[in-house]
Each structure stands twice: as structure tokens, then as C-alpha cells.
């Protein structure tokens, strides 16, 4: 069992940046897949990025390549999503999610456990 709570999210200006953090308890972190999901209101929950176990394989959704940036801390049980020249269509609820795999996957039915959520919202 893994237990996931975000942190960081927040009001920020077209063009900022945030910092996003995924602390995670349980069982061993660095044997997990992670990924951040995000959903908007009266949206479906998609896919942000997503990173390997060991941090050495990430894959981005082509909204945020070249602006977000997953990253891991294994020794601190720790995922972060670092995000910059966030627009407005950024603003959602952002999810940080564990897969009990070394395969990483975009899927939303492929994570085995979710964070509540941290709200993220770019003022134009």
C-alpha cells in the first residue's frame, strides 16, 4: 500500500511557474512507476508525464513537452513536477499516481494509487 499527497499547487500569473511535490508513505517508492494526471472542471483526468522507477525513462503528454519537467527523489520518497510558461488552459486539479510496475503507461486505469489532488490555476 502507498499512500500520495501533493503539494505546491497554487495561483500564479500566465507565464510562471510552479513546483509541484508528490510524498509518498508505504511500501518501498522507488519500486513504482509515477506519473502526474491532471483534470479540469467538467473534464476527463489526463495524462501530464510520467517517470520510471529508477527516474531514468520519462514521457510527457505534447501539451506540456518542453514546459513541465518530472522528476524523482527515491532517497526522499518524493515526485515533483516542475512547471513553467504555464498557460491558462494549465489550470486544473493535478494528481500524483503509483503503478506497482517498472513499465510506465499513460493510461489513468493503469495507476494503482492517487493523491487527493492539488489544485493548480494560471490567471491571464
Known amino acids: 500500500q502507498v499512500q500520495l499527497e501533493e503539494s505546491g499547487g497554487g495561483l500564479v500569473l500566465a507565464g510562471g511557474s510552479l513546483r509541484l511535490s508528490c510524498a509518498a508513505s508505504g511500501r518501498a517508492f522507488s519500486n513504482y512507476g509515477m506519473a502526474w494526471f491532471r483534470q479540469a472542471p467538467g473534464k476527463e483526468r489526463d495524462f501530464v508525464a510520467a517517470?520510471?522507477?529508477?527516474?531514468?525513462?520519462?514521457v510527457y503528454a505534447d501539451s506540456v513537452k518542453g514546459r513541465f519537467s518530472i522528476s524523482r527523489d527515491n532517497a526522499k520518497n518524493t515526485m515533483y513536477l516542475q512547471m513553467h510558461s504555464l498557460k491558462p488552459e494549465d489550470t486544473a486539479l493535478y494528481y500524483c499516481?503509483?503503478?506497482?510496475?517498472?513499465?510506465?503507461?499513460?493510461?489513468?486505469?493503469?495507476?494503482?494509487?492517487w493523491g487527493q489532488g492539488t489544485q493548480v490555476t494560471v490567471s491571464s
Open positions: 499516481a503509483a503503478r506497482r510496475s517498472v513499465v510506465i503507461t499513460r493510461r489513468t486505469g493503469d495507476y494503482d494509487y
Open positions: 517517470i520510471s522507477w529508477s527516474g531514468s525513462s520519462t
